[in-house]
């Protein structure tokens, strides 16, 4: 890729690019930093190497979905690595967002509310089946696909706001809002309030430029009661975690960003809301959850 001539221009890049590929030791991610790129390649900079000749999904911010490449140089230069990818004629053709249609749970033959370790185990066994290597089944297409879908359903932010596209699409309640602990009195208060800053930290992450909910989608999706839910997002703004504009529509604020970023590593409802937007999965509370529990209240 280096040597050959290059038949499409280059230009200076800078933004985030997430790798994905599998090893001998299952499947991998590395976040790296764009240098240049083309409509046939691109450049990063990382921290970790990949071996020249390896087959990768890339995440691009500028397509939105998972482009396959192949790695076809990987130089030490100090402590990073300069690597060169270039972008599968398949991959080139299609690096535009796909249809909001496809159904990630779905492609991988899994309940919503799935938990983490079982996503994980259901990628294996169906990755092994339609990887392109499989001489008996393997199918480029299939596995590309099985493998965008992974990375969004084994990512806690980005399964939160694709879970919460996916509500939003079939104007339905997310089943975990319909838990006993959003009901009860007093710990049913605190999980709402943490269920509010979840969707709207998802809101916020899935589309920046349009980062607020309605009280009634609020409603729809939480099915709670509107009086409820007042009384939440009082709290909520007094707090500052949460602001409402002029057309009464509410929104994450920065201080809210930074509790829910800080926070979910002690919540286990906070694990469960951010890992399923919303579905329920099997996530043990941490040690250091006790200390935090009582943040909110």
């Known amino acids: 890729m280096q ?4 038949r499409h221009q280059r230009i200076p890049a800078d933004y985030e690019v997430v790798f994905f590929w599998e090893d001998q030791h299952g499947v991998q991610t590395a976040r790296t930093k764009s240098r240049d790129a083309s ?4 450049k990063v900079e990382s921290a970790v190497s990949i071996q020249s000749g390896t087959q990768v999904c890339v995440e691009i911010p500028r ?9 076809r140089y990987c130089n030490a230069e100090g402590a990073v690595f300069q690597i060169g990818v270039e972008f599968s004629s398949e991959s080139r053709s299609s690096s535009q967002p796909e249809s909001k249609e496809i159904d990630y749970y779905e492609v991988l033959q899994l309940s919503s509310k799935a938990d983490l370790e079982t996503i994980h185990r259901v990628y294996r066994i169906m990755a092994a089946r339609f990887h392109p290597d499989n001489p008996e089944s393997g199918n480029h297409e299939r596995f590309l ?12 932010i980005l399964r939160a706001e694709y879970d919460l596209a996916r509500a939003t699409n079939t104007k339905g309640p997310l089943p975990l809002f319909q838990a006993k602990a959003f009901v009860d009195e ?11 800053l979840c969707l709207l930290y998802a809101q916020r992450r899935r589309n920046p430029r349009h980062p607020t909910i309605t009280l009634v989608e609020l409603e729809e999706l939480m099915s709670i009661p509107r009086d409820y839910l ?3 997002l009082w709290y909520l703004k007094q707090k ?6 002029d057309g009464a529509d509410f929104s994450l604020t920065a201080a809210g ?3 829910v970023e800080e926070h979910t590593p002690a919540q286990d409802i906070l694990h469960r809301l951010l890992t399923s937007g919303g579905r329920t999965a099997a996530y043990p509370p941490p040690a250091e959850r006790a200390a935090h529990s009582a943040s909110v209240q």
Do not use: Q, W
């Open 3 to 6: 040597k050959n001539k290059r």
């Open 39 to 42: 409509d046939s390649g691109l």
């Open 63 to 71: 397509y939105g979905t998972a482009i396959e490449g192949i790695v």
């Open 145 to 156: 696909l099985l493998s965008e879908a992974y990375r969004v359903l084994c990512d806690p």
């Open 186 to 196: 007093k710990e049913g208060e605190t999980h709402r309030r943490l269920g509010v």
């Open 230 to 232: 007042e009384f939440t």
């Open 240 to 245: 500052r975690l949460v602001e409402m504009n």
């Open 257 to 259: 960003v930074d509790f």
